[in-house]
T-cell receptor, first 114, second 115 residues
Framework: DVKVTQSSRYLVKRTGEKVFLECVQD?????MFWYRQDPGLGLRLIYFSYDVKMKEKGDIPEGYSVSREKKERFSLILESASTNQTSMYLCASGRDRRSPGEQYFGPGTRLTVT | GENVEQHPSTLSVQEGDSAVIKCTYS??????FPWYKQELGKRPQLIID?????GEKKDQRIAVTLNKTAKHFSLHITETQPEDSAVYFCAASSPLTGGGNKLTFGTGTQLKVEL
């Protein structure tokens, strides 16, 4: 049973703070993804990674960075949080970069920036 | 890049009726089309998917159809039940030039099944 966990369910930060969101998967998946979910906008891809030390920009990378030092862990970093980054953040993992397949989602982190 | 449009944004049906959600995509190279269900306060979970070499797939009360020529795919739920109430997301997976694939999601459909 695939398990994807995220470090916090709820987080409140102040404008300008550096924010770290962590995601861990226990199924040895190659692929990991960070999305943000906003009402009426669906899930939008921020960054993804197919391997350790590797990262690729998604559709909305501005204001974010990521780190993948270990295969099982993918971190999303908000260098200087702003109120427009208030959102639900979802991490996901997937098996194989060569063939598209199911993505397994974490429970989400609801981030509020005040 | 890929663009996925999903309609309707909200759908209300009576229990036992059928529900249909439609999506269109723009990238003709997209080759994998999953549907995710997200119940209130829960994470999205895959309910059915279809690959570009297949026109239709069925799993009990759920079916998905794909028309590659028209670049649209649909989710059909028959004999709806209250537990089908959720937000449904379609997605399209397009290949990347450097290898790998990227999922682009639709904006979601809030399905409400009324007793």
């Amino acid at each position: 049973d695939v398990k994807v966990t995220q470090s916090s369910r709820y987080l409140v930060k102040r404008t300008g703070e550096k924010v770290f969101l962590e995601c861990v998967q226990d199924m040895d998946h190659e692929n990991m993804f960070w999305y943000r979910q906003d009402p009426g906008l669906g899930l939008r891809l921020i960054y993804f990674s197919y391997d350790v030390k590797m990262k690729e920009k998604g559709d909305i990378p501005e204001g974010y960075s990521v780190s993948r030092e270990k295969k099982e862990r993918f971190s999303l970093i908000l260098e200087s949080a702003s109120t427009n980054q208030t959102s639900m953040y979802l991490c996901a993992s997937g098996r194989d970069r060569r063939s598209p397949g199911e993505q397994y989602f974490g429970p989400g982190t609801r981030l509020t920036v005040t | 890049g890929e663009n996925v449009e999903q309609h309707p944004s909200t759908l209300s049906v009576q229990e036992g009726d059928s529900a249909v959600i439609k999506c269109t995509y723009s990238d003709s190279a997209s080759n994998y089309f999953p549907w995710y269900k997200q119940e209130l306060g829960k994470r999205p979970q895959l309910i059915i998917d279809i690959r570009s070499n297949v026109g239709e797939k069925k799993d009990q009360r759920i079916a998905v159809t794909l028309n590659k020529t028209a670049k649209h795919f649909s989710l059909h739920i028959t004999e709806t039940q209250p537990e089908d109430s959720a937000v449904y997301f379609c997605a399209a997976s397009s290949p990347l030039t450097g290898g790998g694939n990227k999922l682009t999601f639709g904006t979601g459909t809030q399905l409400k099944v009324e007793l």
